[in-house]
C-alpha cells in the first residue's frame, strides 16, 4: 500500500525534479546519464531507464520502432547505423539538444542504443535457436553432433550414430536427440561452442564429470545450464555483464560464451561442493544460480572465463 503511494507520488514528481534538474544544470536527464555514469552497464542501464520512462510521444514512438525493428532482428548492417543515425537526430530534436555544443553526447548516446536493441535482438536470436527441435533427419543437425563426439572425444571412434557411447559424454541413453527436447539446438549450439572455443576447460570439466564419487552427466549438465544462461538472458538479468563486455552490437557469440562461464563455474562450484549424489542437483544448482544472480546484480559485473586452466 505504502510502496504503490510513493510509487505514484514519484510518478508525479519525477518531471518536476527533471525540470528543475535540466534548469539548473543545464542538461537533459539523457546527457547527465551519459556524461556522469561510467561506460558500459552503468550508463547503458541508466539510458535505457530514462528512455523507457519517458513521456514524450516521439520517444514512445521511437521505442515502438526500435522494439520492431530488433524483433525482427534487422538492426544490423548500415540498416543499424541508419537507425542509430535516427534515434540520435530524435532525441536531439525532442530534448532540444545542440550537437555542436555537445559532440560527445551523439557517440556516446549511439553506443547505448546499440548496445540495448542489440540485447533485444540477441534474446530473440537465442530464442529461434531454442525453439528449433533437434531433428535427426537435417543433415546440418547431426553433422554438428557428430562434431561434439569428435571435438570431446577425438582419440574415441564412435562405433555407430544409436549407441551408448554417448553416454560417455553425459547424454542419458543411446541417442542424444531425445535430451535436446527441452532447449532444442540452442543446447547442441551451446555444447559444440564449449567443446571448440575453450578445449582446454571443456575437456578439464568432461573428465570432472568422470569423477568416481562427484561424476555427473556432463551433456545433460551442460543442457540445464543452457536453460539457466537462457533465463537470465530472458529476464535481462544478465545485461550487466552484456552490455559491459561487447564492444558493440551484443551478438551470439556474447551468449555462447556467458555459458561456457557458467559451466566452467558450475563444475568447480559442484565439486567444491562434494555432494553425496547427484540427487543433491537441484539444491546445488539452486546456490550457484543465487551465486551468479547476485554478481548480475552489480553494475561492474563482467564474467571472464579462467583461461589459466589451459594449461594444465
Ligand atoms: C534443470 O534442472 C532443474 C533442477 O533439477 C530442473 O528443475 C529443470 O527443469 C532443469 N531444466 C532443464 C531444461 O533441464
Ligand atoms: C566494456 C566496458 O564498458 N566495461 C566496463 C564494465 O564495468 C566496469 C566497472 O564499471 C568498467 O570499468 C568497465 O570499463
Redesign the pocket.
Known amino acids: 500500500m505504502f510502496r504503490a503511494l510513493l510509487t505514484a507520488v514519484l510518478w508525479y514528481l519525477r518531471p518536476l525534479m527533471k525540470w528543475f534538474l535540466r534548469k539548473t544544470t543545464r542538461l537533459c536527464e539523457l546527457q547527465r546519464v551519459c556524461y556522469g555514469e561510467k561506460p558500459g552497464a552503468p550508463r547503458i542501464l541508466g539510458v535505457e531507464k530514462s528512455l523507457l520512462q519517458s513521456r514524450s510521444g516521439d520517444i514512445k514512438n521511437l521505442i515502438v520502432f526500435l522494439d520492431s525493428i530488433s524483433d525482427g532482428r534487422k538492426f544490423t548492417g548500415a540498416n543499424k547505423d541508419n537507425v542509430i543515425q535516427y534515434s540520435i537526430y530524435t532525441v536531439l530534436r525532442v530534448k532540444r539538444i545542440n550537437p555542436q555544443i555537445h559532440p560527445q553526447f551523439s557517440k556516446s548516446f549511439a553506443k547505448c542504443i546499440e548496445h540495448i536493441w542489440g540485447y533485444r535482438q540477441l534474446t530473440q536470436e537465442v530464442e529461434a535457436l531454442r525453439t528449433t527441435p533437434y531433428d535427426a533427419d537435417n543433415e546440418d543437425h547431426e553433422s554438428r553432433l557428430l562434431n561434439l563426439w569428435k571435438l570431446l572425444m577425438p582419440s574415441v571412434q564412435l562405433e555407430s550414430r544409436v549407441t551408448k557411447q554417448w553416454q560417455e559424454i553425459g547424454f542419458q541413453g543411446d541417442d542424444p536427440k531425445t535430451d535436446f527436447r ?2 532444442g539446438l540452442l543446447g547442441l549450439e551451446n555444447l559444440v561452442y564449449f567443446a571448440q572455443e575453450y578445449p582446454g576447460p571443456a575437456s578439464h570439466v568432461l573428465s570432472h564429470s568422470h569423477h568416481p564419487q562427484y561424476g555427473y552427466a556432463f551433456a545433460v549438465v551442460g ?2 545450464l543452457t ?1 539457466m544462461a537462457y533465463h537470465m538472458l530472458k529476464d535481462g538479468s544478465a545485461k550487466t555483464h552484456v552490455y559491459n563486455v561487447s564492444r558493440d552490437l551484443p551478438s551470439m557469440k556474447v551468449f555462447h560464451q556467458f555459458y561456457c562461464y557458467l559451466f566452467y563455474e558450475f563444475d568447480r562450484f559442484w565439486i567444491e561442493a562434494k555432494p553425496r549424489n547427484v540427487m543433491d ?2 539444491y546445488i ?1 539452486e546456490k550457484f544460480e543465487n551465486r551468479i544472480r547476485v554478481s548480475l546484480a552489480n553494475p561492474a559485473s563482467a564474467f571472464r572465463i579462467n583461461i589459466a586452466i589451459d594449461n594444465i
Open positions: 527441452g532447449m543442457i540445464n536453460s542437483f537441484s544448482r
